[in-house]
């Protein structure tokens, strides 16, 4: 599959630009436990998806930055400033950033091809952005750090609108196949868990409910967040991220509805996650299940991200016989769903987004989320 699309994309890049090209494949991200949790300094459990945008790029003879998206057939040279598509905003945000801090960035040549479902809360979004930022480092000779590109791609994407955290560029630039990474964010280590699933398997659903964080709630969970930490620190303990608290504290804070429930949800959710690095370590993995549906229920009824259709297609795959658990990943209000079930018992799942689109009107799909390595050139 990857010879296939790498092939093809050399011949699109060929067509139109310089053939002198070095790839990448910029992986999407799944996250099995620690939603909304990264940015409360706390702990995140995502592994790099099988699933990647593949660029091109080769140095140009023109003026400026010209990019063509083969999956929308579509041409953009960046010296136009109409109508341009709305991933350009992130090419821009980034090399604003770059020659800002490190001088101008030379004509790039890029072409881009994708087999990530795009918008579908698997950070499509981030995997663009850190290839844009390791592609201008690569013909910048810059020579930066992971470190150094999740923090470019962080402050990208928040120049864009959403104040979101560093899991998704973290895991796309740090990933490790076959392990999923434990991050914690306020220590700021990974311990990479070997992903060894015996008779199970992650299935991923994407819902077709349209996922547009920087239009969601995103900005205001955070905001809330920050607001019971202040509340906190003037009442109880004081505290700078919410993941300094243990679950006994949750007895003796008193917060208005809702930041007592956006609290709740925060602080057990870590605890979560610890469990579920446990059982992995354990290969208990079926136990999983069960966290991934509670993680499920906080983040639609404490966190409050998800949305009717979505909640009710959990509810249908959670019901499956080979289903240990389901739940939605990535910031909410649509998006994808990971579901752990028995291995080679997918059909189950297939029926269940069947009668969701018949419902609905969707056009859902499911896909095997099989785990892949950090962006690599190819
Ligand atoms: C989005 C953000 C991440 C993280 C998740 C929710 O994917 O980009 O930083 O906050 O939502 O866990």
Redesign the pocket.
């Given at each position: 599959m990857e010879m296939n699309i790498k092939d093809a994309l050399v011949n699109y890049h060929r067509q139109l630009f310089n053939p002198e090209s070095i790839i990448i494949a910029s992986p999407g991200?799944v996250?099995i436990i620690?939603?909304?949790?990264?940015?409360n300094n706390g702990l995140?459990l995502p592994y790099a998806l099988d699933k990647h945008i593949y660029m091109s790029a080769s140095l140009g003879d023109g003026q400026s930055l010209k990019v063509y998206s083969a999956d929308q057939k579509r041409y953009v040279d960046f010296r136009d400033d109409q109508g341009m598509p709305s991933w350009s905003r992130y090419y821009i945000q980034a090399i604003n950033y770059i020659e800002d801090n490190y001088g101008p960035c030379p004509p790039l040549e890029i072409t881009m091809l994708s087999d990530l479902p795009i918008g579908a809360?698997i950070?499509s979004s981030?995997a663009l952005t850190c290839g844009v930022i390791y592609l201008i480092d690569h013909f910048m000779k810059l020579e930066l750090t992971p470190d150094e590109m999740i923090k470019i791609a962080t402050y990208t994407?928040h120049g864009i609108g959403?104040q979101?955290?560093?899991?998704?560029q973290s895991t796309i630039l740090k990933a490790r196949k076959d392990h999923a990474a434990l991050m914690d964010f306020g220590l700021n280590t990974i311990e990479y868990i070997p992903l060894e699933m015996g008779g199970y398997d992650w299935w991923m659903v994407y819902t077709d409910v349209e996922h547009s964080?920087v239009d969601s709630e995103?900005n205001t969970r955070r905001k809330e967040c920050e607001t019971s930490v202040s509340l906190i620190s003037e009442q109880f303990k004081e505290i700078e991220h919410l993941s300094q608290l243990i679950p006994s504290d949750l007895a003796t804070i008193r917060l208005d509805d809702p930041l007592d429930r956006r609290t709740k949800f925060v602080v057990e959710e870590n605890q979560r996650v610890r469990a579920v690095v446990d059982m992995l370590k354990h290969k208990e993995i079926s136990s999983i299940g069960p966290l991934l549906n509670a993680s499920h229920l906080g983040l639609s009824k404490e966190y409050e991200v998800s949305t009717n259709e979505v909640d009710w297609l959990i509810e249908q795959l959670q019901k499956c016989v080979a289903v240990c658990g389901a739940r939605m990943i990535?910031?909410?209000f649509g998006g994808s769903i990971l579901v752990l079930i028995e291995k080679d018992k997918e059909d189950e799942i297939h029926q269940v987004v069947d009668s969701y689109n018949r419902i609905y009107g969707k056009e859902a799909f499911a896909f095997n989320a099989h785990s892949g390595n950090a962006l690599i050139e190819v």
């Open positions: 991200r996250n620690g939603e909304h949790t990264d940015y995140v809360g950070s981030s994407e959403l979101g955290g560093a899991m998704d964080l995103y990535g910031g909410g």
